[in-house]
């Protein structure tokens, strides 16, 4: 039988790649918007520039999760329905076990680097350019939230793996349900 982790691997190291070119084609999108509101502001680079390039970046990031969500939800059920998994000597479980696991650290990688960048804006933006904004008062005041804010990131991650588990179980299992309906009724041509 093969081993759960060798095949964790290999489907993680196809999804990172995958995420890679997301996330490079996500700071792309994002060199060429500065680019472009550099040029046509006449190289000027004002304190109010750097709020709505954060709101940009804000923007990119969320639609770099939603095609990195489509595409690892459509990567599953390849894996799961290829003859090249299939073939491998691994009970049904392990396989979708190690779907899921490969795909939920990819996105926990993602995460990762999209908060590199996040962090990068946030100190440029608290510490240097933009105290007394009033995004910055926004997005940085304690007065919004009555929980730490440990316990606020724990409990975002928690909900956040928890809804994806569930949205890419709904996938799959509708998925299974039309071929199993498609091969239980196959219309045959005479």
Do not use: C
Not at 61 to 73: E, K, P
Not at 92 to 113: A, D, G, M, Q
């Amino acid at each position: 039988m093969t081993r759960m982790r060798t095949l964790n691997n290999q489907l993680f190291f196809n999804r990172w790649k995958m995420i890679n070119l997301v996330f490079l084609f996500d700071l792309m999108v994002l060199g060429i918007i500065i680019l472009i509101d550099m040029i046509s502001n006449k190289m000027t680079f004002k304190l109010v520039k750097l709020d709505k390039l954060y709101m940009y970046y804000m923007l990119i990031a969320f639609f770099a999760y939603v095609v990195s969500f489509v595409l690892l939800a459509k990567d599953n059920e390849r894996v799961l329905f290829s003859n090249k998994y299939r073939m491998i000597p691994i009970t049904e479980w392990k396989l979708y076990f190690s779907n899921i696991l490969s795909s939920l650290l990819t996105l926990v990688y993602l995460w990762f680097l999209e908060g590199i960048v996040n962090t990068i804006f946030s100190s440029i933006q608290v510490n240097h350019f933009l105290i007394g904004n009033a995004l910055t008062n926004i997005l940085y005041t304690g007065s919004l939230y009555k929980l730490s804010n440990v316990d606020m990131t724990v409990r975002s991650f928690i909900i956040g793996f928890l809804s994806i588990v569930l949205i890419w179980s709904v996938v799959t299992l509708v998925h299974f349900l039309i071929s199993l309906i498609s091969d239980k009724f196959a219309w045959r041509i005479l």
